[in-house]
């Protein structure tokens, strides 16, 4: 007599590793948690660059050098409206150069030490239509420059449940800015 399985024991078994794998997909939500990444590099991106300014206003402090970059509102990709209004668009968008002619436009190689960035940052979703419920819906980091030299505000929206307003790690709406719908940071979040 040979050993083996039944049909209705390998029925069993599947349907048993079916709501196993159900219940895990539920509870670990590969596709929240996906956002949950992407965000956090977006926090991670936002502070990199709000110290690399930072440090370029304390090291090469230049009003010349400072006014290419003000009254202007940046996204490296222009094909979408914005975080802030009032402010003049970028001439120079789809570029991510460090020096002066990226969507950030400071030459981050004036300072002593060096750029502390290799490249500006670019959002890890960008230009998809998939972060936030703010209008727009729009995956893109942001900047507005004041006149004021060293007066500036980053920004950029989350995808993710967690870091949106209400949720568990909520950093949209108690960063300190104007707008609840965007992650802001910088030297003055009024702007």
């Excluded at 400072?66 to 402010?87: E, I, K, M």
């Excluded at 436009?105 to 670019?122: E, N, T, V």
Aim: aromatic letters at 6%; one cysteine or more.
């Amino acid at each position: 007599m040979k050993k083996g399985f039944t049909l209705i024991e390998l029925l069993v078994v599947i349907a048993i590793l079916a709501v196993l794998a159900t219940a895990v997909v539920l509870v670990l939500n590969p596709a929240e948690l996906l956002k949950q990444g992407r965000d956090a590099t977006r926090i991670s991106d936002l502070a990199a660059l709000n110290s690399a300014i930072s440090l370029w206003v304390s090291d090469v402090i230049a009003a010349t050098n400072w006014s290419s970059a003000a009254g202007l509102h940046c996204t490296y990709d222009a094909t979408h409206p914005n975080a802030f209004s009032g402010a003049s668009a970028c001439s120079v968008i789809a570029s991510t150069t460090v020096d002066g002619t990226g969507w950030v436009a400071l030459d981050f190689r004036l300072i002593a030490a060096g750029s502390p960035l290799s490249k500006l940052p670019m959002d890890p979703n960008n230009g998809a239509s998939a972060c936030n419920k703010g209008s727009p819906a729009v995956c893109e980091y942001a900047i507005n420059v004041s006149s004021t030299v060293g007066t500036y505000k980053l920004a950029t929206q989350m995808e993710s449940v967690k870091f949106n307003t209400g949720g568990g790690s909520d950093v949209t709406s108690k960063d300190g800015g104007t707008d609840a719908n965007w992650y802001e940071v910088g030297s003055n979040m009024s702007l």
